[in-house]
Nanobody
Framework: QAQLVESGGGLVQPGGSLRLSCAAS????????MGWYRQTPGKQRDLVAD??????INYADSVKGRFTISRDNKSTVYLQMNSLKPDDTAVYYC???????????WGKGTLVTVSS
């Protein structure tokens, strides 16, 4: 059974840093892309960053230069978040797209709060 385990959220002051991680398991036929999305109450879930199995990376304009996405193997993805701003406060969700099937898997989300 597919499972995504997220960790690393929490409370941080403006200008601080956090690192999110997402470990995926049980994805049949392997993983194509992995990424992070975020959502605030009443708004849609938006892309933060994603990375394909071939290493292609895409960032939202609002996080370019501050956030870095990486994968250390085929099934774990990280999001290093620096120079955090109050506007970065959101629930961050890990998203995985399965190879061959194209099936989308979502994590349960981890809350990031940027506040003094």
């Amino acid at each position: 059974q597919a499972q995504l385990v997220e960790s690393g959220g929490g409370l941080v002051q403006p200008g601080g840093s956090l690192r999110l991680s997402c470990a995926a398991s049980g994805i049949i036929f392997g993983i194509d892309s992995m990424g992070w999305y975020r959502q605030t109450p009443g708004k849609q879930r938006d892309l933060v960053a994603d990375i394909t199995s071939g290493g292609m990376i895409n960032y939202a304009d609002s996080v370019k230069g501050r956030f870095t996405i990486s994968r250390d193997n085929k099934s774990t993805v990280y999001l290093q978040m620096n120079s955090l701003k109050p506007d970065d406060t959101a629930v961050y969700y890990c998203k995985v797209v399965g190879r061959v099937t194209g099936r989308v898997y979502w994590g349960k989300g981890t809350l990031v709060t940027v506040s003094s």
